[in-house]
């Protein structure tokens, strides 16, 4: 099974959030866009893990601090990929946001899993195989911060159901 960790936000935030999706459809046309359920900010991305890789997976989970979080989305970017783009909104790293990464990583580490060596970028993927070349300015679509209260810290599978991607919880906190 495919593990991942995410934060998952408040209804409010993700209205928000499906907004500037809805402005960058407008602007970019056709391309995959991330369904509002499965909107979440990945924290710990563990990859194909064996039955036994779950249960290190939900130690490591209820080890970890993990506070509700105020975070806000301040900015908007894309990750290049084949001559597509993925487009992002993000947040500023906060103390709060840091440390609860960190206790996170020194859990899974704990349980055998090998720490993630890119840098960590917080953001929310709006939209993924928009075409490379699109520009929009930030302010058209998002035009002021959107907070962002946490509704939990998530341990989840992704699978493919009916040829739809698919976040199963597989144990929360």
Do not use: K
Request: aromatic share 8%; glycine share 6%.
């Amino acid at each position: 099974m495919r593990l991942f960790f995410a934060l998952c936000f408040a209804p409010e935030a993700c209205r928000a959030v499906m907004e500037v999706q809805r402005r960058l459809r407008a602007l970019a046309g056709p391309g995959n866009y991330t369904r509002p359920e499965n909107l979440h900010l990945t924290l710990a991305f563990l990859g194909e893990q064996p039955p036994e890789g779950l249960a290190a997976a939900r130690r490591a989970l209820a080890e970890a601090a993990a506070p509700p979080l105020s975070l806000t989305f301040d900015r908007l970017g894309r990750f290049r990929q084949e001559g597509e783009a993925l487009w992002w909104i993000g947040l500023s790293e906060t103390p709060a946001l840091t440390a609860l990464y960190t206790s996170l990583w020194d859990a899974l580490e704990r349980e055998g899993f090998p720490r993630e060596r890119r840098p960590f970028r917080p953001h929310l993927t709006l939209a993924r195989r928009l075409p490379a070349d699109l520009r929009a300015e930030e302010t058209q679509l998002l035009p002021a911060p959107i907070p962002a209260e946490t509704a939990g810290l998530h341990l989840m599978e992704s699978l493919r159901l009916d040829g739809r991607l698919v976040y199963r919880p597989r144990a929360s906190r």
